[in-house]
RNA sequence: GGCCCAUUCGUCUAUCGGCUAGGACGCAAGAUUUUCAUUCUUGAAAGGGGGGUUCGAUUCCCCCAUGGGCUACCA
């Protein structure tokens, strides 16, 4: 319909950490901008003063690079639209406000809050619009000069848009398809307030995507029921012709139970809500985030993105350039979906089986080294390519992989009542003398050299290697016997051996 | 209360009037293995209810129920 360049926008509030529903926003709507060679915008929607959150905005941007979303302008990314903080953009808005109350589309009302609380609280289900408007206070009930001079006597005031009602109002929307709401139950907005001299969302929010000619705009589902009221400022404005166009996302639902997904759910259920770690400054509460909790940036997206949204066939692992060259508004879902904590959790685990070795090794060592081990870059990164395919997080790696590192100084119980036998220590004596005459130890030869033996001997297989395993991880579980022993070298090997004789006889 | 949006396996979803309802996570069983995992195979598991329209409805329409959102001088 319009050749416009694709523009699109993340127009988070920085109240607080940006909750995994926001990111999921974020991702959606950098999908679209980069599949249409498009811009991405990150604008701070900081209109109310006392929601304000110091460091959120820092937060946001941390958690959105690590992501890999990226901005190709906004707050910290530069632009010629700017500013794109709302706080900073004061002058703009009024000059706005003073539009639409020229041409009758708002007029100022000194009602006060508390005026309004008593007036709910008297009637049942009080709007302030076109039914009620002249009974309230004003500049449609007072005159102009007394209107004038409350405002020279410093009253303070809002702005309110004036509703027409009756109207059948049509959003287009890219998911949804028509959604028509009747202007009449629309309430008449306060779009401006004297008080901060700041404007509310509705307005700064038309104001600023048409002024940063913003051509698509992706947001949450809560948004729709105010989505009429910016069509009317469209129109109020005469920007009807470059309106952007409208989807908006469906919820993303807590995991158990019912209800939108929660900044407070995360640490209850047991998983994080946050990409990263947050640390509430008023508070002093922390909250866990995806990225300290060990997960992979690739896999937070792949999950976030298929939480909502398919391609439309049976594909589930997809990096960040194969969502951009598949995302599709027409594919996103009109249901919430419930948070599946499971699932993304398998979804990292996938991502760390695509890690190389060298690079999980890694991120292993900072692990190792809490436990007190420094161990050389190739033995971590072989331990690594033994066992990575048993976790799902790096983490994960100190719980199934730490007898490479330290020597079982005790044995599991079950499993020794299980595998250890009245002639094993007598049988382990002489494996390892097999072991030590054996040269090279490589996994291969020492394997058919042990069997050989054991066969000549006529001995039980099973017998001897669970036998062997508890001596060298402590415990009945692990790769393959001959990958430990290459791995540990003969003569660690042999110590674990007859370290366990000598406990276990 | 009012308005809006939604409704397929436990969960995420496919299906755009022809269905033996497909895939994935999770779950169960089996195979493999010297162990535990991994892996592979198989299995259980679904279109909220009631009316229409139609030769035929999961798919289209209406009603109801349920869930969700909004209803602030928050975003």
């Not at 002058?91 to 007029?107: F, M, R």
């Amino acid at each position: 319909m319009n050749e416009r360049k694709v523009r699109v926008r993340f127009a988070p509030s920085p109240t607080g950490a940006l909750h995994i529903g926001g990111v999921r926003t974020a991702l959606y709507n950098y999908l679209f901008a980069k599949q249409h060679g498009g811009d991405m915008i990150l604008r701070i929607e900081d209109t109310d003063s006392h929601r304000f959150v110091p460091g959120a905005e820092d937060y946001i941007i941390e958690a959105l690079t690590w992501l890999g979303i990226h901005f190709d302008e906004g707050v910290s990314f530069g632009g010629n639209y700017g500013p794109y903080r709302q706080s900073e953009r004061r002058d703009i808005y009024k000059k706005y406000v003073k539009i639409l109350l020229d041409s009758g589309h708002a007029y100022i009302a000194f009602d006060t809050p508390e005026e309004l609380e008593a007036k709910r609280k008297e009637i049942p289900n009080f709007q302030y619009d076109a039914s009620t408007r002249m009974s309230m206070r004003n500049s449609l009930t007072l005159s102009p000069e007394e209107t004038q001079s409350l405002i020279d006597s410093e009253k303070q005031y809002v702005v309110r848009a004036k509703i027409e009602p009756n109207e059948d109002i049509h959003v287009h929307d890219l998911i949804r398809g028509e959604v028509v709401i009747n202007s009449s139950i629309l309430d008449d907005k306060v779009l401006y307030k004297s008080a901060d001299e700041l404007p509310t969302y509705h307005l700064a929010n038309i104001v600023d995507d048409h002024l940063m000619e913003v051509s698509h705009v992706i947001r949450g589902e809560e948004w729709l029921p105010s989505a009429p009221l910016h069509v009317l400022l469209y129109r109020f404005f005469g920007w009807e012709d470059t309106m952007p166009q409208f989807a908006h996302l469906s919820l993303l639902l807590k995991p158990e139970g019912n209800g939108k997904l929660s900044k407070r759910d995360g640490d209850r259920l047991g998983f994080p809500v946050f990409p990263l770690e947050w640390h509430d400054p008023k508070t002093g509460d922390v909250s866990s985030g995806y990225r300290e909790s060990g997960y992979l940036p690739e896999a937070v997206v792949n999950f976030l993105a298929l939480l909502g949204w398919n391609p439309g066939n049976d594909q589930e692992v997809m990096s960040m350039d194969e969502l951009i060259k598949a995302f599709d508004l027409s594919h996103c879902s009109k249901s919430g979906a419930k948070f599946d904590y499971e699932k993304g959790k398998w979804f990292n685990h996938q991502y760390i089986q695509m890690k190389s070795n060298a690079e999980l090794a890694r991120m292993f060592q900072p692990i190792l080294e809490a436990h007190g081990i420094s161990a050389a870059p190739e033995y971590v990164e072989k331990v690594v390519g033994m066992m990575k395919d048993r976790v799902s997080f790096v983490k994960d790696l100190w719980d199934v992989a730490s007898f490479f590192f330290v020597a079982p100084t005790e044995y599991d119980e079950k499993t020794r009542k299980k595998r250890w036998k009245p002639d094993s220590a007598q049988q382990l004596t002489e494996l390892m003398e097999v072991l030590r005459a054996h040269e090279p130890f490589d996994i291969e030869s020492t394997e058919n050299t042990v069997k050989a033996w054991i066969e000549s001997k006529g001995y039980h297989l099973g017998n001897i290697m669970n036998a062997t395993r508890l001596a060298l991880v402590g415990e009945g579980k692990g790769p393959h016997i001959f990958d430990i022993t290459e791995a540990l070298g003969k003569e660690e090997s042999l110590r674990r051996i007859q370290r366990a004789i000598d406990i276990l006889k």
